[in-house]
């Protein structure tokens, strides 16, 4: 089971950043900054925000955080399923003209496009709502304060080794965190408007 959930989770992540970068038409974007954008921007935001906060996340932040995040989880999980009806088969191109066929591709890279991004948007949501729990439930141990260690080469020992990690691993806690978050925000804007797009595109059709 835990094989299948990883090969069905790294299948949706390729996916959603596929799509990502692909236009309802099937065109595909993969150039260096097509690819790697986003990637680029939310790690930036990341780091300069984590740089900030010596003492990690207060606890009006977890809570708004994970309460916003629920809120979220629920309206992808709704727009899921009330949007079971817009997903087609691939469209057969036997007996149709030309411009149906372009219509009936459009609708059905829309659709793969939604659906997989918001549904890695699900989960990237999960994600971050048990991160920030590692706040909550080791809160003092969480907090520690970054820039009140310094690494001394002459005062290596078991327990600065010890030190050393756990504050690694709460940097790369708080990175993930506003990393996920910040992806949350830029993939929930990208389907909105990518969603208002194809909106126009569809009532433009019925105006021709």
């Given at each position: 089971m835990s094989l299948k959930?990883?090969?069905y989770l790294s299948e949706l992540r390729s996916n959603a950043n596929r799509f990502e970068r692909t236009?309802?038409?099937g065109k595909e974007d993969n150039s260096f900054l097509g690819r790697n954008f986003r990637r680029f921007f939310c790690l930036t935001i990341s780091i300069v925000l984590v740089l900030s906060l010596n003492r990690g996340f207060s606890t009006i932040f977890i809570s708004y955080a994970s309460t916003v995040l629920a809120?979220?989880?629920g309206l992808f999980i709704n727009a899921l399923i009330f949007s079971f009806d817009k997903f087609y088969e691939k469209p057969n191109s036997n007996g149709i003209n030309s411009m149906q066929k372009v219509w009936d591709t459009q609708s059905y890279n829309y659709s793969k496009q939604f659906a997989y991004i918001t549904g890695?948007?699900?989960?990237?949501?999960?994600?971050?709502?048990i991160s920030l729990s590692l706040c909550t439930l080791f809160e003092t141990l969480m907090k520690v304060d970054i820039y009140s260690y310094h690494f001394d080469f002459k005062l290596v020992n078991l327990q600065s080794v010890g030190n050393f990690l756990?504050?690694?691993?709460?940097?790369?806690?708080?990175?993930?965190?506003?990393?996920?978050?910040?992806?949350?925000?830029?993939?929930?804007l990208f389907v909105v408007s990518s969603m208002i797009k194809y909106m126009s595109v569809k009532?433009?059709?019925?105006?021709?």
């Open positions: 959930l990883n090969k236009d309802i038409n809120i979220l989880i890695y948007n699900i989960v990237l949501s999960i994600f971050t709502i756990f504050i690694l691993f709460a940097l790369v806690q708080r990175v993930l965190i506003f990393y996920w978050i910040s992806s949350i925000m830029y993939k929930t009532i433009d059709r019925k105006d021709d």
